[in-house]
């Protein structure tokens, strides 16, 4: 069983920054990879950003050039950074773990963007 804990959430302004942290209770490195998904009030869920393995990122086209997803493979961790905030990025952000028997979800934390 695999356990994803999200922080880093909270209320910023447009054009403001946060970073999102994903703690996992095992060795990030024994997943087949990490990624970060957010799902806004009324809408489904929507990939992100995401990290391999052999660490490597892909982004999707909202994210490209604002966020950046990183790992600590010490602190078996997941990182978002995400920069220039819009509000159309409020949204609850939850991490994944893509495991070889299956894949795990965080409770997810609350990133709104207002002014």
């Known amino acids: 069983q695999v356990q994803l804990v999200e922080s880093g959430g909270g209320l910023v302004q447009p054009g403001g920054s946060l970073r999102l942290s994903c703690a996992a209770s095992g060795s990030v490195l024994n997943f087949n990879g990490m990624g970060w998904y957010r799902q806004a009030p009324g809408k489904e869920r929507k990939w992100v950003a995401g990290?391999?393995?052999?660490?490597?990122?892909n982004y999707a086209d909202s994210a490209k050039g604002r966020f950046t997803i990183s790992r600590d493979n010490a602190k078996n961790a997941v990182y978002l950074q995400m920069n220039s905030l819009k509000p159309e990025d409020t949204a609850v952000y939850s991490c994944s773990a893509d495991t070889f028997v299956g894949i795990y979800w965080g409770q997810g934390t609350q990133v709104t963007v207002s002014s």
């Open positions: 990290i391999t393995r052999g660490g490597s990122t």
